[in-house]
């Protein structure tokens, strides 16, 4: 796999501006959209402002983020001066690193597995998926990893791989208001129309992994395979070896797509798949789901148990940018967390832990006036007057994240767990200002554009080989 070379791309200062109030965390006076004035004949006086969270528009962005797209294939990104590099690095809170070292000084002859679950930031898988390339160009490929069926299920899926099917599904979201069938460790469940269906599992082709040898099919319920073929259609020869949340198809030679053909008894759902090459190097699974919260985990139940047949060495819970909109409660949060950690930490006892924090971001804000208009007076009358309320909408500073960052910072200092402060790394206070004016952030001002992620994902490398590196000392 080569390593290219990456540019972040600056755009004019002056493009997107952001006005200084919004720094303070009050609303900013550039509005997103604007009632139009009053017309010649109206003469507008103000009267009241009321300005509040517009959280419905938070919320529909949210879980359905839009990211610009941009150069993907780039890995050696610049680091712009507002990104606090002195502050890239794990924070260890008194864990004991030193295995994970020891894991990955033997990756040359056993897998190195990291699992690292969180919300939209991590679905679409660019800055999980840049952490993934460079670790693997350092340490070597294992394979894809986990893939979920999520444009099955109706959202959007990270590019280089494929889940599909010609069939028809019923899925579930994490995010459903109701579950009507039973939802894995992905947060996203797909149970079969019919008794007789297939799907097709692999990598794209403008993809670099190697081809795999095996697959796990991750699932509950009944699931029994009949035939694996390439997508022409010819055969593979292959072996299933059934357990009793997955399946594992481990085949006779390597392949880039497989086609699985299997019967169920109406009562299978499926969560997702591992693509191994079932050789050394790097794992890098990512879960990721929209809208999720620490509280939206917990919710499954079973995510401990459900990432135990991935071995991981290390598990990253990325989680707190939608607990921030909306009422937030310090002491409840802190629960949730709690609450995960113990649930992942129960099933997995070897495994490291890390949490990461969120950085700045804005939430939207409508500014309502309620303004006397007067009519055009008409002849020989007295001019009349009417109160008409006329709304802006703009973004402010998201004021509730600094405290859920200090709670997870709080949280691992009590707990001996490490922490990866992201708000601090990304630039501290203030920070979204920047990303904005640098072309970082997408429109919502909460997820990033494409280039945002890579250099997130560069810097989230970089912490980690740091942290490999000082275990010498």
């Known amino acids: 796999m080569k390593k290219l070379p990456i540019h972040v791309i600056f755009l004019p200062l002056v493009a997107v501006l952001l006005p200084t109030p919004a720094l303070a965390g009050q609303p900013s006076n550039v509005p997103e959209t604007q009632v139009p004035v009053s017309s010649p004949e109206e003469i507008v006086e103000e009267t009241e402002e009321v300005t509040e969270s517009d959280d419905e528009h938070d919320l529909s962005v949210r879980i359905n983020p839009v990211t610009i797209p941009g150069e993907a294939d780039d890995i050696d990104i610049p680091v712009p001066f507002f990104i606090h590099s002195n502050a890239n690095h794990i924070i260890y809170n008194g864990a004991d690193w030193s295995k994970l070292r020891e894991a990955f000084i033997s990756?040359?002859?056993?897998?190195?597995?990291?699992?690292?679950?969180?919300?939209?930031?991590?679905?679409?898988?660019?800055?999980?998926?840049?952490?993934?390339?460079?670790?693997?160009?350092?340490?070597?490929?294992?394979?894809?990893?986990?893939?979920?069926?999520?444009?099955?299920?109706?959202?959007?899926?990270?590019?280089?791989?494929?889940?599909?099917?010609?069939?028809?599904?019923?899925?579930?979201?994490?995010?459903?208001?109701?579950?009507?069938?039973?939802?894995?460790?992905?947060?996203?469940?797909?149970?079969?129309?019919?008794?007789?269906?297939?799907?097709?599992?692999?990598?794209?082709?403008?993809?670099?992994?190697?081809?795999f040898t095996s697959a796990t099919i991750f699932h509950n319920g009944k699931f029994t395979i009949k035939e694996v073929t390439t997508p022409e259609g010819n055969p593979i020869d292959y072996r299933a070896i059934p357990s009793r949340d997955y399946t594992q198809i481990i085949m006779a030679s390597g392949a880039t797509k497989i086609n699985v053909k299997f019967t169920s008894a109406g009562d299978l759902t499926v969560f997702g798949a591992s693509l191994s090459g079932d050789r050394p190097g790097v794992f890098y699974h990512a879960i990721g789901n929209n809208g999720a919260t620490y509280d939206t985990y917990n919710r499954i139940g079973t995510v401990g148990t459900g990432i135990l047949p991935l071995r991981p060495n290390l598990i990253i819970l990325s989680l707190g940018t939608n607990e921030a909109f909306g009422k937030f409660d310090s002491n409840s949060f802190t629960r949730s967390i709690d609450r995960l950690v113990k649930n992942?930490?129960?099933?997995?006892?070897?495994?490291?832990?890390?949490?990461?924090?969120?950085?700045?971001?804005?939430?939207?804000?409508?500014?309502?006036?309620?303004?006397?208009?007067?009519?055009?007076?008409?002849?020989?009358?007295?001019?009349?007057?009417?109160?008409?309320?006329?709304?802006?909408?703009?973004?402010?500073?998201?004021?509730?994240?600094?405290?859920?960052?200090?709670?997870?910072?709080?949280?691992?200092?009590?707990?001996?767990?490490?922490v990866y402060d992201w708000y601090e790394v990304a630039g501290g206070t203030g920070a979204s200002a920047h990303?904005?004016?640098?072309?970082?952030?997408?429109?919502?001002?909460?997820?990033?554009?494409?280039?945002?992620?890579?250099?997130?994902?560069?810097?989230?490398?970089?912490?980690?080989m740091d942290a490999l590196r000082e275990q010498v000392k």
């Open 435 to 464: 990303w904005i004016t640098n072309g970082l952030f997408a429109k919502d001002r909460v997820h990033h554009t494409q280039q945002g992620y890579n250099l997130e994902g560069r810097l989230v490398y970089d912490a980690i």
């Open 344 to 418: 992942v930490r129960a099933a997995n006892p070897e495994a490291l832990i890390l949490l990461t924090t969120p950085m700045e971001c804005h939430r939207s804000v409508t500014t309502t006036k309620k303004v006397r208009v007067r009519n055009k007076a008409r002849k020989g009358k007295k001019a009349t007057y009417r109160t008409v309320n006329k709304s802006t909408k703009s973004y402010a500073v998201n004021r509730n994240i600094a405290p859920i960052r200090q709670a997870i910072m709080n949280y691992g200092k009590e707990n001996g767990i490490a």
């Open 107 to 211: 990756s040359n002859s056993s897998p190195v597995s990291i699992v690292h679950i969180g919300d939209s930031h991590i679905q679409a898988d660019i800055s999980t998926g840049t952490t993934r390339e460079l670790l693997q160009y350092d340490f070597g490929n294992a394979g894809r990893g986990l893939i979920a069926p999520l444009k099955i299920s109706g959202t959007n899926e990270p590019r280089d791989y494929v889940f599909q099917s010609r069939n028809s599904w019923n899925p579930v979201k994490l995010m459903s208001p109701s579950w009507r069938q039973t939802v894995g460790f992905t947060g996203t469940s797909i149970r079969p129309s019919s008794n007789t269906s297939e799907f097709t599992l692999g990598t794209v082709d403008t993809d670099d992994y190697n081809p």
